[in-house]
């Protein structure tokens, strides 16, 4: 059993787990941290790779170099089969998601003292929305690049079954429950009868109801954040002397995590000096200028990252004030601050929260249960914690008890307990 692990490779955030006597079902990744921030900072200055948080801040600091970040998004996409340009070499993306998943193999092995040689990988309920080809693509890929990375053996289980099997651990009866895994890239459900009696059963087909997932997660509730509250600060929406908005692309690609870089071309450069060149506004000038020095020193990044913040903070505040201290115009002026409230929040991803109601209403009846029959919400995954979009599932079963897993550590708990059940 010691040489079987659970990986939970994520959008945003990864784990290890295993079930072993008298052992966390967690992997220490990071120090003492069992959380592994799925970022890959290529450092020009030292010439070295960084991961995670170490990889976070030293970008942050102001090194030279490139973030990769949402790497799992490339997973059944066209871009999978495509390269980037790193301190001046060709990178394959399969190489780079290699990379990270060796380097989690790795300090899972360090902080577990044993070498893992089998796995059970956790997968979204769909990695790409209404495309089969494409979904079995991607699971495909991501066991090559798990295969490349060490492990011999391969199982895959998705995210919220494994969350489910981590709550049935803890439960003392029968339950229906509807897992909601809403993580960095995809919303996953899945309906589960779970009791003490049907533990350890390996078997457990006839247990699961339904499944159901869409492709929309906590980096899109950034992106669509930042669109409508942050972008504008920097002239999204304004109109230039000839009357047409400001382009919006520049503005899409900075809210969206792996398109951030496409922003720091010469071609994009000069195509925002002349930008610059047609407004006539002091107001949208002095915005304006914010984007030109945001790309120039090449923050784009670091905008992305206070978006997640803006959004963290508000699942247990009412309303934030956050300084955007990067944000500078040639005028001398005041600290730029996000002002934004829960009614503001929800605003800007309205048309998201909805689509995952849908996805949630589709399990249900696909599943020919009624929503009184629901008797708990297990919450899982890093976005679940977003209130609007509690409130929305919490409005489809309303008799059903909310419950609030570990949102980091639920999925690799589960997979760990699967790992030790098909490798024993």
Same mark, same amino acid.
């Given at each position: 059993?010691?040489?079987?692990?659970?990986?939970?490779?994520?959008?945003?955030?990864?784990?290890?787990?295993?079930?072993?006597?008298?052992?966390?079902?967690? +992997?220490?990744?990071?120090?003492?941290? &069992?959380?592994?921030?799925?970022? &890959?900072?290529?450092?020009?200055?030292?010439?070295?790779?960084?991961?995670?948080?170490?990889?976070?801040?030293?970008?942050?600091?102001?090194?030279?170099?490139? +973030?990769?970040?949402?790497?799992?998004?490339? +997973?059944?996409?066209?871009?999978?089969?495509?390269?980037?340009?790193?301190? %001046?070499?060709? !990178?394959?993306?399969?190489?780079?998601?290699?990379?990270?998943?060796?380097?989690?193999?790795?300090?899972?092995?360090?902080?577990?003292?044993?070498?893992?040689?089998?796995?059970?990988?956790?997968?979204?309920?769909?990695? !790409?929305?209404?495309?089969?080809?494409?979904?079995?693509?991607?699971?495909?890929?991501?066991?090559?690049?798990?295969?490349?990375?060490?492990?011999?053996?391969?199982?895959?289980?998705?995210?919220?079954?494994?969350?489910?099997?981590?709550?049935?651990?803890?439960?003392?009866?029968?339950?229906?429950?509807?897992?909601?895994?809403?993580?960095?890239?995809?919303?996953?459900?899945?309906?589960?009868?779970?009791?003490?009696?049907?533990?350890?059963?390996?078997?457990?087909?006839?247990?699961?109801?339904?499944?159901?997932?869409?492709?929309? %997660?906590?980096?899109?509730?950034?992106?669509?954040?930042?669109?409508?509250?942050?972008?504008?600060?920097?002239?999204?929406?304004?109109?230039?002397?000839?009357?047409?908005? &400001?382009?919006?692309?520049?503005?899409?690609?900075?809210?969206?995590?792996?398109?951030?870089?496409?922003?720091?071309?010469?071609?994009?450069?000069?195509?925002?000096?002349?930008?610059?060149?047609?407004?006539?506004?002091?107001?949208?000038?002095?915005?304006?200028?914010?984007?030109?020095?945001?790309?120039?020193?090449?923050? %784009?990044?670091?905008?992305?990252?206070?978006?997640?913040?803006?959004?963290?903070?508000?699942?247990?505040?009412?309303?934030?004030?956050?300084?955007?201290?990067?944000?500078?115009?040639?005028?001398?002026?005041?600290?730029?601050?996000?002002?934004?409230?829960?009614?503001?929040?929800?605003?800007?991803?309205?048309?998201?929260?909805?689509?995952?109601?849908?996805?949630?209403?589709?399990?249900?009846?696909?599943?020919?249960?009624?929503?009184?029959?629901?008797?708990?919400?297990?919450?899982?995954?890093?976005?679940?914690?977003?209130?609007?979009?509690?409130?929305?599932?919490?409005?489809?079963?309303?008799?059903?008890?909310?419950?609030?897993?570990?949102?980091?550590?639920?999925?690799?708990?589960?997979?760990?307990?699967?790992?030790?059940?098909?490798?024993?």
């Amino acid at each position: 059993m010691l040489h079987a692990c659970g990986v939970d490779f994520g959008t945003s955030n990864s784990t290890v787990g295993w079930h072993t006597p008298d052992r966390p079902a967690l +992997l220490a990744l990071e120090g003492d941290k &069992v959380t592994l921030p799925s970022v &890959v900072f290529f450092n020009a200055e030292d010439d070295e790779i960084t991961y995670g948080r170490a990889a976070l801040s030293n970008y942050l600091a102001g090194y030279e170099g490139r +973030l990769m970040r949402s790497m799992k998004s490339l +997973l059944g996409t066209s871009l999978m089969d495509g390269q980037t340009e790193v301190q %001046g070499k060709a !990178i394959s993306f399969r190489q780079l998601l290699a990379q990270f998943i060796s380097e989690l193999k790795r300090r899972a092995e360090k902080s577990a003292g044993c070498h893992f040689s089998q796995a059970v990988l956790g997968r979204p309920v769909h990695f !790409i929305d209404d495309d089969s080809k494409a979904d079995q693509l991607a699971q495909n890929t991501l066991e090559e690049i798990a295969h490349a990375a060490g492990f011999k053996e391969v199982h895959f289980q998705f995210e919220p079954i494994a969350a489910a099997f981590d709550y049935e651990s803890r439960i003392s009866k029968e339950e229906l429950v509807l897992i909601a895994d809403i993580g960095g890239g995809t919303s996953d459900f899945s309906l589960v009868r779970l009791s003490p009696q049907r533990i350890n059963r390996l078997d457990r087909k006839d247990d699961i109801l339904g499944n159901g997932g869409v492709h929309i %997660g906590g980096t899109d509730f950034d992106k669509y954040l930042s669109l409508t509250h942050v972008m504008p600060l920097l002239g999204l929406g304004g109109r230039l002397g000839s009357q047409i908005e &400001v382009p919006s692309s520049y503005y899409f690609n900075l809210a969206t995590w792996h398109t951030i870089n496409l922003v720091y071309t010469q071609k994009i450069w000069r195509e925002l000096q002349e930008v610059y060149r047609d407004i006539n506004t002091p107001d949208l000038r002095q915005r304006f200028e914010r984007l030109l020095n945001l790309v120039e020193e090449r923050d %784009g990044h670091w905008l992305a990252i206070k978006s997640e913040e803006a959004k963290i903070l508000l699942s247990d505040q009412a309303a934030i004030s956050l300084p955007l201290e990067r944000l500078r115009s040639k005028q001398p002026s005041a600290v730029c601050q996000l002002e934004l409230d829960q009614d503001g929040m929800q605003t800007s991803i309205n048309h998201l929260t909805g689509q995952i109601g849908e996805t949630v209403k589709a399990v249900l009846q696909a599943a020919s249960v009624r929503p009184e029959q629901v008797d708990t919400v297990f919450f899982t995954g890093g976005s679940s914690g977003v209130r609007g979009l509690r409130q929305q599932i919490a409005s489809i079963v309303p008799a059903a008890a909310k419950v609030e897993g570990d949102l980091f550590g639920s999925i690799g708990a589960g997979l760990g307990m699967d790992a030790s059940r098909r490798f024993a």
